[in-house]
């Protein structure tokens, strides 16, 4: 986007274009900024202070998605490793162990952790050594 500002810049200093560049200004502050992640505290008419934003700004759309993007992975790892540990659970101590674990689960978000609570799901001779071990640590 930085690139794009400098050629809308010296347009705009053409006298021809006098009118545009404030309603230019207007619809980049409007429907590009937003997009980008740029806040805008106010609408400027200044076509130089907007696309003085567009040429600083060092987090992209591309960038954005991409974090945006990485969280959604996590969290449906996440999901997925809880998912995991209960069928795990109910498989190997019988009905209801599901359901306790999934309380004890509930808001760990740490993958490492729960990387960690299934091998010990793998030792545990029972439901009750599993849970007692998941609040002991």
Do not use: Y
């Not at 810049?9 to 200004?25: G, R």
């Not at 960038?63 to 993007?69: L, V």
């Not at 959604?72 to 359901?99: D, H, I, N, T, Y």
């Amino acid at each position: 986007m930085g690139r794009a500002a400098t050629p809308i810049q010296a347009w705009a200093a053409d006298a021809a274009h006098q009118k545009l560049p404030s309603a230019l200004a207007a619809w980049i502050t409007h429907a590009i900024l937003p997009d980008l992640g740029i806040v805008v505290g106010r609408v400027s008419d200044d076509l130089t202070e907007v696309l003085g934003m567009l040429k600083h700004k060092p987090w992209t759309w591309a960038d954005r998605m991409r974090d945006e993007g990485q969280a959604q992975m996590r969290a449906e790892m996440q999901r997925s490793m809880v998912a995991m540990l209960l069928e795990m659970a109910e498989l190997r101590f019988g009905s209801g162990s599901a359901e306790r674990l999934a309380n004890v689960l509930e808001g760990i978000t740490d993958t490492d952790r729960l990387k960690e609570i299934g091998r010990w799901a793998v030792a545990c001779e029972s439901c009750e050594a599993l849970l007692a071990r998941i609040q002991e640590s």
